[in-house]
């Protein structure tokens, strides 16, 4: 019978990799730095905004948040400009315009990427604690099953890194694009025993 792990946050956390929680107080604390979190209270309605964002009980996951954002500059990518640009937005002491609030999300996007590609990244010397939590587990499912099949909601790349520090063989189903900007799907899964095959349903940090 084939054995297959399911990974979660706390998989990654030994390294020191965000729980969901942890990551949504990383990005707004990243914000705050970006735009200015100034003493006396004074803040800008940029920053309000995007607090007011992260904040939000609806957008209760990080994933959420970016997927959220992502969509709102699409659609004003590709038909919302013309007709609101000049539209004021008014809540709550927040007022800004239509663009300056499409600016103030593409800054948010860039400050989520870039705090995920920080945190989910395994730091130099970070190796030998990935051996020491996984090599055991990985000794095990191997052993039962001839190669080890890896699902995981996780962004990091722990287990990539693992695979290339214990020189095992690794297919996650992509392959390189030839400008080498971007990964295509190629249904690429064949593996020897002993190897891995990575599913990471909810992308990469390194992708």
Request: aromatic content about 8%.
């Amino acid at each position: 019978m084939k054995t297959a792990l399911f990974l979660g946050a706390g998989a990654s956390h030994f390294v020191g990799c965000p729980t969901t929680k942890e990551l949504r107080e990383l990005t707004l604390a990243n914000i705050r730095k970006r735009l200015g979190d100034p003493i006396d209270g004074d803040e800008s309605d940029s920053l309000k905004f995007l607090e007011r964002i992260i904040q939000d009980e609806r957008l209760d996951d990080i994933e959420k948040v970016y997927s959220c954002v992502d969509r709102i500059l699409h659609s004003s990518n590709t038909y919302s400009n013309a007709v609101l640009d000049n539209v004021t937005y008014n809540d709550g002491g927040i007022s800004m315009k239509f663009h300056e609030i499409l600016f103030t999300l593409e800054t948010l996007k860039r400050i989520i990427r870039e705090t995920m590609l920080d945190r989910f990244t395994v730091l130099r010397g970070g190796e030998m604690a990935i051996e020491k939590w996984y090599g055991g587990l990985f000794d095990v499912v191997g052993d039962a099953s001839g190669s080890v099949d890896i699902i995981t909601t996780n962004y990091d790349n722990i287990i990539e890194t693992y695979c290339d520090h214990a020189d095992m063989q690794l297919a996650d189903g992509f392959v390189p694009s030839r400008n080498g900007d971007h990964r295509i799907w190629n249904d690429s899964w064949d593996v020897a025993d002993g190897g891995v095959r990575l599913v990471k349903l909810h992308g990469s940090a390194a992708w």
